[in-house]
């Protein structure tokens, strides 16, 4: 759960906004992420939710709007503001032609990190990894290059940790696993996770606060828990299809 | 400039090469081939040709230095496209690293892999044909570091290249010192050209190199004057081609290239 309402946010954007030409990608979108807060950042595909993280993670500029990540301006020091960050994506997979452990090094180096080997050494063993750390990562299956993938994330121990559908490609059982690592690491209210995911459960189970995109808008907003039944909804699930249709409603009227 | 950034970006292609040996043999294979095959194409014509003139250092002299050149440039590209054949640029874009970080990675693993291939040549030109660089002494270095300049110019700008017109683009880059050479006057003074390739010559830094060589090995004194114009122009060119990488990876930027960066996608 949230630390405190009251404390600085790790992330705060305001009126983020991103267009393609004609297409309003992302349109004035404001949302905070608080220290050991979980926001789910949900929404049909095409929604601007990975456009919204690429804005964050600095390798998107903004048509408009602001974003600050631990009070750092990212457009003013985007090295600064990025350094307090990490993410993992399955569509970023790390180089298939280094092994486990050369990833984390290297990524490492980039990120910093002091005593880098020792907090390998932690994460190989945190992620299971330990007995693939000679192996090339494009060796790897998908659920494992998913853990060296949050293994990285990790490795700075970040104050703003973006997760693009982390658990994707992971049996049930890991991605309890992991649900419960990263659930312990915000817990000490270090850190702010923005996590995106098309599975609900996944959400409810483990969002403090979810935001609902759609058409590049925030639509709807609140506790995971309770919002279905403050909509009409059996659960999150159901409030998600509810969404989406109306959306696709909308993009045929438009 | 944060160094153990700019380690991280080398360390990476050291452990890619540690790991495979077909990216190590291009480093010395090639120009071990070129000078075997120039060394004997230039003692057969020392045998034909009249008493007196030497080919060895005037042509196999002129193939060490232009492969050194050619070997600087694709030491950045090689390191660069790592990064487009294993789609990484999300990876390392949306981290601190800074974009001068970043080529400085790629222009110090330019240098590693350049003077390995170097002290190749330098070596076998030496033990099999006789042709002694270290004769010339401190003298070379300028040349050298002309060439050099060069060298990573025409990466930086190779790099820019592919950035912004995609992978596909590959094929362009390879060739760029084929197009080069023949302003450059690698194997012939500048004056032989026709004058409009003569006014090409005076803008190519290499071409101030390998009249200077030429020069030199004709028993002359160093054209320091030349080389300093050489030294300037490739300065002039490196900082273009950095702006240019930089132009193109703030285009990448805005347009999010970087973050969906592949053959089909770049437009």
Not at chain 1, 141 to 169: H, I, V, Y
Not at chain 1, 186 to 193: L, S
Request: glycine share 8%.
């Amino acid at each position: 759960m949230p630390a405190s309402s009251s404390a600085s946010p790790v992330l705060a954007v305001e009126h983020l906004c991103k267009s393609f030409n004609a297409l309003r990608a992302v349109d004035d979108v404001t949302f905070q992420v608080g220290p050991g807060e979980i926001l789910g950042l949900v929404g049909p595909n095409g929604a601007g939710k990975t456009t919204t993280i690429n804005m964050i993670l600095g390798v998107l500029e903004p048509t408009a709007g602001r974003i600050e990540i631990e009070g750092v301006d990212l457009e003013a020091d985007r090295s600064r503001a990025l350094a307090r960050t990490n993410f993992a994506a399955v569509y970023a997979p790390l180089p298939g032609n280094l092994t486990v452990e050369q990833n984390l090094r290297v990524f490492g180096m980039v990120y910093t990190v002091d005593e880098l080997s020792s907090r390998i050494e932690e994460l190989l063993k945190t992620y299971d990894l330990t007995r693939y750390r000679a192996t090339k990562a494009g060796l790897l299956s998908s659920g494992e290059q998913t853990r060296l993938g949050l293994a990285k994330a990790m490795l700075n121990r970040p104050r703003l940790l973006l997760l693009d559908e982390p658990t994707a490609s992971i049996d049930p059982s890991s991605a309890r696993d992991i649900r419960a690592g990263i659930a312990a690491f915000v817990d000490n209210g270090h850190c702010g996770v923005l996590w995106t995911s098309h599975n609900m459960f996944e959400v409810q189970a483990v969002c403090d606060r979810v935001l609902f995109l759609s058409h590049g808008k925030i639509v709807l907003e609140g506790d995971p828990k309770t919002l279905p039944e403050a909509h009409g909804a059996a659960n999150l699930d159901d409030l998600f299809v509810a969404v989406a249709h109306e959306a696709l409603q909308e993009g045929r009227t438009r | 400039m944060n160094l153990t950034r700019v380690a991280a970006i080398v360390l990476r292609q050291f452990f890619l090469m540690r790991g495979s040996p077909a990216r190590v043999f291009p480093l010395f294979a090639w120009v071990a081939i070129d000078i075997v095959l120039w060394g004997f194409i230039t003692r057969y014509l020392n045998s034909i040709a009249h008493a007196g003139f030497d080919f060895i250092p005037a042509l196999l002299g002129a193939v060490l230095l232009w492969d050194f050149l050619t070997r600087v440039m694709q030491g950045v590209t090689l390191a660069f496209f790592e990064d487009v054949w294993s789609r990484n640029f999300l990876n390392f874009f949306a981290t601190p690293l800074r974009i001068s970080e970043y080529l400085a990675g790629l222009v110090v693993t330019s240098i590693a892999t350049s003077l390995l291939g170097l002290l190749v040549m330098l070596a076998l030109a030496e033990i099999a044909f006789g042709l002694s660089f270290f004769a010339y002494g401190i003298a070379i270095a300028p040349f050298v570091f002309v060439l050099f300049l060069s060298g990573i110019a025409l990466g930086v700008f190779g790099s820019a290249l592919v950035l912004r017109l995609g992978p596909a683009s590959e094929w362009l880059i390879w060739p760029i010192p084929t197009f080069v050479s023949p302003f450059a006057g690698v194997f012939y003074p500048v004056s032989v050209l026709p004058l409009w390739m003569q006014a090409v010559s005076k803008i190519l830094p290499p071409s101030y190199v390998f009249e200077g060589m030429r020069a030199v090995v004709s028993g002359e004194p160093p054209p320091w004057g030349a080389l300093v114009i050489g030294a300037v122009l490739a300065a002039i060119y490196l900082a273009l081609a950095c702006a240019t990488f930089a132009g193109v990876y703030r285009h990448a930027i805005r347009t999010g290239l970087i973050a969906r960066y592949s053959a089909e996608t770049v437009s």
